[in-house]
């Protein structure tokens, strides 16, 4: 009898969400001074600073062991399975991709490519196809408040169900972009991809994706680089609505995006469309959407998410968000999973395992601001020891 206790103890205790983030340990600065590579318990955190060409470049210098990695072995993994899939050379679609998307990208983010691939010895050409290859592959958002929320504040999940099964989780980073012009702001991503599809700004704006259809309809800004103009141009939702309907769009995409005003829609964009989806808004694609509540799922995992929210609507804080975003919300090749709390900075996050789905892992919680300062006060720590 005490043994069964103390395991149901243990199994409890395992379930608690950490309420710190661990102690950030420095491993390795970048040279020219536009970056740190730090640890956060067993997760890695890169921060990088500057302009375009500097933050690409420390990201290729400090991530120089794992880059060549996800754009070369990891990309021919996607790009031979695509390929028997559809029977069309994958670099043949990544390179039409990038002709017809790359006149509607913001330049920095090409010029930022191109730096982390001289930093890192690798080709142009690979750092472009492993930034582009994400609007080829078409997962859950759900964001809460008020009276959904246990205190009222927004509690925003994102799931990613992305091609567990060719190990990118084995190159997964916390990257923490400090722009010399715009927001500064986290993505949870993997070494090599400066896009997002999971990301929260300095003034707690966060957003999240799910793919919809893909109809090769390429003419416009890649999605990985629509959420990385978000996070570093918008400050709230509507400004964030503003910029999506303002900018060319490709294909079909679906946005979760809150803020820390308590603020939050859910969007489908395709390249002639964007309809926005107020709180508690019903859809005839979705089952019922609770109140104070925006949410995208597809098929049997969009009813397991809407009973769960509506079983725990008003006492949804982020463990219980957790829980709510588990199997079968998740999908086995779930990838990552984040929790973000918009009015602090705070995310929780979990990456898949070996074989595992994220949602099957340990959670680490991770705060932006606290991560800025950190870097800021490193930044003085320097300047001082070489004064």
């Not at 040279?31 to 933050?55: F, I, W």
């Not at 990038?98 to 750092?127: K, L, W």
């Not at 809150?258 to 469309?273: F, L, Q, T, W, Y």
């Not at 509506?310 to 588990?326: L, P, T, V």
């Amino acid at each position: 009898m005490i043994f069964r206790f103390l395991l149901v103890l243990l199994i409890f205790v395992a379930e608690v969400l950490p309420a710190e983030m661990p102690e950030l340990r420095i491993t390795a600065r970048d040279s020219a001074g536009h970056g740190l590579l730090c640890m956060a318990g067993d997760k890695r955190v890169l921060v990088v600073e500057g302009t375009p060409a500097q933050m690409g470049a420390a990201h290729g210098r400090l991530m120089a062991d794992m880059v060549p990695h996800v754009t070369g072995e990891i990309m021919a993994l996607v790009g031979a399975a695509y390929t028997v899939q559809k029977g069309i050379w994958f670099y043949d679609k990544i390179d039409e991709i990038y002709r017809r998307s790359s006149v509607h990208t913001p330049q920095r983010f090409i010029n930022e490519c191109h730096a982390m691939a001289d930093a890192a010895g690798i080709s142009r050409r690979d750092v472009i196809c492993g930034n582009f290859f994400p609007e080829l592959f078409h997962c859950s958002g759900v964001a809460v408040c008020r009276t959904a929320s246990a205190d009222g504040s927004v509690v925003h999940a994102r799931v990613l169900d992305y091609m567990r099964d060719i190990n990118l989780q084995n190159y997964t980073l916390v990257q923490v972009f400090m722009p010399q012009e715009g927001y500064a702001w986290m993505s949870l991503g993997y070494a090599g991809f400066l896009g997002s599809v999971t990301a929260i700004n300095e003034h707690g704006l966060a957003v999240g994706e799910m793919g919809g259809r893909s109809d090769d309809s390429w003419d416009g800004m890649p999605m990985t680089f629509l959420i990385r103009e978000i996070a570093e141009k918008t400050r709230n939702v509507a400004e964030a609505v503003a910029l999506i309907k303002r900018v060319p769009r490709t294909c079909e995409y679906y946005y979760v995006i809150s803020d820390a005003s308590r603020n939050m829609v859910g969007i489908k964009a395709s390249p002639d469309e964007v309809l926005v989806l107020q709180p508690g808004q019903q859809h005839e694609l979705l089952p019922p959407v609770p109140v104070d509540t925006v949410m995208f799922s597809a098929g049997g995992r969009a009813k397991k998410l809407s009973k769960r929210l509506h079983a725990h609507h008003g006492n949804i804080d982020a463990q219980k968000m957790i829980e709510i975003i588990k199997r079968p919300v998740a999908m086995k090749s779930n990838l990552h999973n984040a929790v973000f709390l918009p009015e602090s900075l705070d995310m929780w996050f979990a990456d898949a395992g070996r074989k595992t789905p994220a949602c099957d892992e340990p959670y680490t919680m991770v705060n932006l601001r606290s991560i800025i300062d950190f870097y800021r006060a490193d930044l003085r720590s320097g300047v001082t020891q070489q004064d």
